[in-house]
């Protein structure tokens, strides 16, 4: 009796293992993303938050170059703005409905519904990313069954879910952004400003961007000389972040403290060498770059399959 028990469930499994993602299967993730997006708020987004409107304060008075300055001076728990400052620019365009709220009416910025509306722009480029994924899936003649399938895979797969509708992470505005520019990326055979830009943008939110912009401009741009005006051209609105700010002693007391925990994180692995190791991280990006420039790709498709 347990074994034909067993049978039928390992058969229902495998039925539905096997089947098409259905209404059934969407309905089941709203259901999971709506309790996650009003039962979960982690304090990060809330740290930017402030910051968003700090940002907006900053910006109204002209005194922006004091903008680092201001979230020490208005800190959230201690913190201060860490993040380059488009992030806040992004975030406080999102938040500018509530700013002018508050100047109006002084309503209380921390309330529920002022939270839920600062998380709701998580969401809204979470849907933005997926939509962007299904145009640059149907670039390349992917059925609508197929698209379906990869969108649905992607929203609610553990590590978009988590970031997005329980940690509220801004790094989906930069898988956005990079998504975005995988497709631009894909419609020529030439590098275009237009893909650089956008990932220059996104490397300015987060800079983990450049980790995927620098094999991509590799793999497709053979000449040296080209590909490090592209690599530098990439930079250009990480450069723009630090120019007014950089060289300040309240940025450096407000970000520091992040950027040591990142450096520690990404090359405190090594690799012995000689009198110095090496950081792991570091040797992965080289050799992937290196991969990039000796490949030859001769199909569009290529170019799909490696970027993916």
Known sequence: M???????AAGWINKRNDAPIGPL??????????FMYFTLFYE???IIYKHSLTFLDSAFSLDLGNFYANTLENNYNGVGAVYYWPVYLVIGIWNLPIWILNKL???NVFSVKCMLWCKMEIVF?????AWMLGKLLKDFNFC?????????LFVSALMTVMPTLATAQVDIITAFLMIWGIREYMKTDKITWKFVLIFAFAASLKIFALFVFIPLVFLKEKRILAAVGNLLAGLVFVVLSLAPYGWRSDYHESSDFLTEIMSQRLFSTYIPGGNCGIPVFTALLVGISIWAYVTTVEKKEEYFYYAN
């Open 2 to 8: 347990m074994k034909k028990c067993k049978a039928a």
């Open 25 to 34: 299967d969407w309905v089941l993730f709203f259901i999971m993303a709506i």
């Open 144 to 152: 609508r069954k197929n698209i379906r399938l990869t969108q649905f």
């Open 105 to 107: 009416f002084e309503i």
């Open 125 to 129: 480029f979470l849907v933005l990313s």
């Open 44 to 46: 990060d987004l809330a």
